[in-house]
């Protein structure tokens, strides 16, 4: 689990902390801690994170499921949602998140454990169907209305003709096509597409707005000031 970061979204300390005592004893990466949306909406815009445990009732305007629905809108952001109340009414407004467990407080560390594995567990499975569903033989992706990308050799085609793109935007697209329908931030395409190079975000938009004027086609969305997601 050390790879895995982890946003903890929770506004009772003595909550936060045993969430944080057991995560530590696991080896996880990165531990994140908030307790508002506000908040958490900043770190995610920031940072990366894998997993988020998001408490029901956190205080403020907006409730844990309205939070866990609006980080969504950002990015594929699995939630395990914490909460004092067992009822099947709060656990079935839930649901119609992105959720991947729960957790009833008072807490249990092996239920903190089991439910953490089985979430991550859930999660490469999700993320190897998107795959599995989108890639055919030779590593092609059928991008729809005759379009399609070759991972093996970079080269994005209309009706089987090769389009002429810079090899920035086939680094782009490459990236994007891998992560099918998952929103990707400007903070992943500078590390993975620019290598972690000093670029400002308005440079992205440039190298984008270019792909996007080369393939009318592509179903690719900008997400307002976090980064894009190509839909296939």
Known sequence: MKNINILIVEDEVISTQY???????LNVGTIYDSTNFEDALDIVKNHTIDIAFMDINIDGSVDGITSAKILNENRFLPIIFTTAYGDSQTILEASDTNIFGYLIKPFDTNAV??????????????TANVKIDNIVKNDI???GMKQKFNLTNRTFYVEDIPINLTKMELNVLYFLCTNLNQNISYELLIQNVWNNKNISTST??????????KTPNLNIENII????????
């Open 19 to 25: 969430l944080i005592d057991v995560l530590k004893s």
């Open 113 to 126: 454990e089991a439910t953490l594995q089985v979430a991550l567990k859930r999660m490469k499975s999700v």
């Open 141 to 143: 992706i059928d991008l």
């Open 204 to 213: 992205i938009r440039d190298t984008l707005s270019r792909l996007k004027r």
């Open 225 to 232: 000031d976090f980064g894009y997601i190509l839909k296939g």
